[in-house]
């Protein structure tokens, strides 16, 4: 189902905090237009599939910016995760994609909740984990749902890290100590690109894996994702940014409340969540799901995780809708998980939003997508449907 016609859908935009019925045409894969106006749309309506999508609202497909799926399967033994690898703080080059296992059955509910997109990423265990990846939540073959690889370099400050290697009787065991093997992992990384510079590789230089893998994000062509609950550790993170130059998402950001100030003047995406969990550690006696909305009220730049599976990926819009319970502008909530998203990403020109020449990823909902009764009807990841509920005939 390449070439097809919704037809008189109720799209809802949430950047735009518009809800307006329309006709949507998908071709190729790709939103070929969009008009209030079928005729203006199409000349001969024969030549299209037509779905009668008037029953339903039309979301762009949601957006999970940094969850663990395939790496932390469902119905598998938590010790048989692949995501952390606690034998050194510093694993720059290892790729998610080399662990990702594409048919945990999360992938499907994923589909099933209109979640599209996902970030995976490596666990938190150590300072650096490696390279996180971009994928469409349909598929059989890792190398084919890529939407991004390299997306990120993963990061991590706290408590996941001191205590990991605190246990090990190792560094780093304290924050201070997170922070210098940051910095030494960076400043090593500058040193082998310089010499990489100064003369060619078949001269003798040896090759560093872990150095080349953090070039692209010293240069600011990879954003470091730094996992961070605490604002004291946020702004350790900021401060190692500015000294290098790096691009920087800070992910979880639980206390991001108490500097929202410098992270709007600094223009920082924060990936907000997990907020439905409960408090099991220190660094997250102060989380509150009220604060995704004060953060998007501060003017931070607001996405949404849940951070799967701490909390399952099908519950993704169960923890946006107690976000609007809690304050949040149900507008926002859906820009979070899709074209804020999407710009957490950097693939804002290819998802996020049902505009023309966008990739045709798309839901529809048999309502409102944050009352609790709505389900998904039908998603579609690149024009093609890859989840249609059983109960209802398009």
């Not at 033994?77 to 998610?96: A, C, F, I, K, Y």
């Not at 048919?103 to 599209?116: H, I, N, S």
């Not at 890792?142 to 706290?158: H, I, N, Q």
Request: hydrophobic share 45%.
């Amino acid at each position: 189902m390449t070439r097809f016609l919704l037809r008189n859908g109720l799209l809802w935009d949430g950047r735009k905090k518009t809800r307006e019925r329309v006709h949507l045409l998908v071709e190729k894969g790709r939103i070929a237009g969009l008009a209030t106006d079928l005729d203006s749309l199409i000349d001969d309506e024969g030549a299209y599939r037509v779905i009668d999508a008037e029953p339903f609202w039309i979301t762009a497909g949601l957006i999970d910016v940094h969850t663990h799926l395939g790496l932390w399967e469902e119905g598998i033994p938590e010790d048989e995760g692949s995501g952390n690898e606690m034998t050194h703080p510093v694993t720059p080059h290892l790729r998610v994609i080399d662990a990702i296992n594409p048919v945990d059955r999360a992938f499907a509910e994923a589909r099933q909740a209109g979640v599209t997109t996902v970030q995976v990423l490596p666990g938190s265990a150590n300072v650096i984990g490696g390279q996180g990846a971009v994928l469409k939540t349909a598929g059989t073959v890792v190398d084919a749902m890529v939407r991004l690889a390299p997306s990120a370099m993963k990061a991590a400050f706290g408590e996941n890290p001191k205590n990991v290697y605190k246990a090990q009787k190792a560094s780093p065991s304290t924050r201070m100590a997170v922070a210098a093997t940051l910095r030494e992992a960076l400043l090593k990384a500058r040193h082998y690109g310089e010499k990489l510079h100064r003369q060619d590789e078949d001269k003798g230089l040896d090759r560093d894996v872990k150095a080349e893998a953090l070039l692209p994000v010293l240069e600011g062509k990879l954003p470091l994702r730094v996992h961070a609950h605490r604002a004291d550790d946020m702004m350790t993170a900021l401060r190692i940014a500015d000294e290098f130059g790096l691009k920087l998402t800070l992910e979880h950001g639980t206390e991001g409340l108490s500097i929202a100030s410098v992270l709007k003047e600094k223009a920082i995406p924060v990936a907000y969540g997990p907020a439905l969990s409960s408090r099991p550690k220190l660094e997250l006696a102060r989380l509150e799901i009220g604060d995704a909305a004060r953060l998007h009220q501060a003017g931070v730049h607001l996405s949404l995780t849940t951070d799967h599976p701490v909390i399952p990926i099908r519950f993704a819009l169960a923890q946006a809708a107690e976000a609007v319970r809690s304050g949040l502008d149900a507008d926002a909530a859906l820009e979070a998980l899709t074209m804020n998203a999407a710009e957490h990403l950097g693939l804002d020109e290819e998802l996020g939003s049902l505009e023309g020449g966008k990739r045709a990823d798309l839901v529809l909902w048999t309502g409102d997508p944050f009352h609790y009764r709505t389900v998904a009807v039908a998603t579609f990841i690149d024009g093609e449907m890859v989840h249609k509920d059983k109960g209802v005939a398009l």
